[in-house]
């Protein structure tokens, strides 16, 4: 059984950051896709970034790029949402989720398993 576990979240000040982590447990997650995904209230689940476990290849959705950057730690099966100059249109509940076809790059209802959601808010 697959677990993912996020944790980071809170309440920070617009142009502030926030590290999310993503702690995956019960597989080898050396050939998943590794994805960030949120969720602000009244609208739909969006894509943020996703990673190649295997090649460490990034993709980001335009509104973060030069902002977020994803990174993962393999011994420890973790992986990062370093998220800088955070604005108020960031804030949202942010889930993680993984792809165990390690695909490049699947659309968000194809993700097999997903964590339980941190959520990140960004005042003005």
């Known amino acids: 059984q697959v677990q993912l576990v996020e944790s980071g979240g809170g309440l920070v000040q617009a142009g502030g950051s926030l590290r999310l982590s993503c702690a995956a447990s019960?597989?080898?997650?050396?050939?998943?896709?590794m994805g960030w995904f949120r969720q602000a209230p009244g609208k739909e689940r969006e894509f943020v970034a996703a990673?190649?476990?295997?090649?460490?290849?990034?993709y980001y959705v335009d509104s973060v790029k030069g902002r977020f950057t994803l990174s993962r730690d393999n011994a420890k099966n973790t992986m990062y949402l370093q998220m800088n100059s955070l604005k108020p249109e960031d804030t949202a509940v942010y889930y993680c989720?993984?792809?165990?076809?390690?695909?490049?790059?699947?659309?968000?209802?194809?993700?097999?398993?997903w964590g339980q959601g941190t959520q990140v808010t960004v005042s003005s």
């Open positions: 989720a993984a792809d165990r076809l390690g695909r490049l790059w699947p659309p968000t209802n194809e993700y097999d398993y």
């Open positions: 019960g597989r080898t997650f050396s050939r998943y896709t």
């Open positions: 990673i190649s476990w295997s090649t460490g290849i990034t």
